[in-house]
């Protein structure tokens, strides 16, 4: 796989697109990523103009980043692509974001991860995450609906099913069948 897809290649020029076409969109807006930051990407910021609407921190405890997931505003969720099959992975981090309720922004190839994010009515989902046209445009409604306090209710049962106990029911369930199938 392509690491280099598992970044914010596509959402930067997206966001420089949205800050000429509407700043007072991007005002308020920060996207802090909690990693070891690569230099080239700080450089295609101040390229682009936008390194100002990224803060990076340093690698936290799990516990440190539950926190700062439930408060946070939004979510981005990127996820490496490959051009040669959908992705069948899904990263922990999805129940997580899924958990705390708020508004996805999902950079995600065709596969799994991509169809679980479309039954979850918070989600905003680029139809090609490998296009800065298709980033901007989920970028852009994500930010709209934030702005004007429009992010979508999520329903429980959404999230409910991936629960640890339900999720054991499931397989207990499945496991009966086929016990009783023999």
């Known amino acids: 796989m392509n690491w280099l897809s598992h970044t914010p290649s596509k959402l930067i020029p997206a966001l420089a697109q949205i800050k000429s076409e509407n700043p007072e969109l991007l005002k308020n807006v920060r996207f802090h990523f909690y990693c070891h930051v690569i230099p080239f990407y700080i450089e295609m910021m101040k390229k682009y103009g936008v390194d100002n609407h990224f803060v990076?921190?340093?690698p936290v405890p799990h516990t440190e980043i539950i926190k700062v997931i439930k408060a946070a505003d939004g979510l981005l969720m990127i996820q490496g692509t490959r051009v040669d099959k959908?992705?069948?992975?899904?990263?922990?981090?999805?129940?997580?974001?899924?958990?705390s309720e708020n508004p996805i922004l999902a950079?995600?190839?065709e596969g799994d991860c991509r169809d679980l994010l479309r039954n979850y009515s918070n989600a905003y989902i680029s139809n090609n995450p490998l296009s800065a046209d298709s980033v901007k445009e989920a970028t852009r409604s994500l930010l709209t609906d934030l702005q004007q306090r429009k992010?979508?209710?999520?329903r429980y049962d959404q999230i409910d099913q991936y629960e640890f106990r339900n999720i054991t029911k499931s397989l207990a369930a499945?496991?009966?069948q086929?016990?009783?199938s023999k």
């Open 56 to 58: 990076f921190h340093k």
């Open 86 to 99: 959908p992705s069948f992975i899904y990263s922990s981090k999805i129940f997580e974001y899924l958990a």
């Open 107 to 109: 950079l995600v190839p």
């Open 151 to 154: 992010t979508k209710h999520v």
């Open 174 to 176: 499945l496991f009966d």
């Open 178 to 180: 086929v016990v009783e």
